[in-house]
């Protein structure tokens, strides 16, 4: 099973930006798509973004505009740039296998309004 390792989470004010990144142990090309998926305190986990070893992205509405999914297949890594971030932006960032698997430990990001 592949190992995740999300980092970049952080506090930062609304309208603010974080760089979220994903290190795979393995080559994440052996992976038709790969994802961010975030959870918020008392909710359900969400899909946030996916890419697929193609380059074809996809996102959730609520983010739609504002992030951006991308890869870097050389460096086994996935990043998720987040702009103009909102407080209800606010829960714990994971990275998976598309569909919901090999999920990685999380990184926190807070937005403060």
């Known amino acids: 099973q592949v190992q995740l390792v999300e980092s970049g989470g952080g506090f930062v004010q609304a309208g603010g930006s974080l760089r979220l990144s994903c290190a795979a142990s393995?080559?994440?090309?052996?992976?038709?798509?790969m994802g961010w998926y975030r959870q918020a305190p008392g909710k359900q986990r969400e899909l946030v973004a996916t890419i697929t070893r193609g380059g074809s992205s996809n996102y959730a509405d609520s983010v739609k505009g504002r992030f951006t999914i991308s890869r870097d297949n050389a460096a086994n890594t996935v990043y998720l740039q987040m702009n103009s971030l909102r407080p209800e932006d606010t829960a714990v960032y994971y990275c998976?296998?598309?569909?919901?698997?090999?999920w990685g430990q999380g990184t926190q990001v807070t937005v403060s309004s």
């Open positions: 393995g080559s994440i090309s052996s992976f038709y798509a």
């Open positions: 998976a296998v598309v569909p919901g698997r090999s």
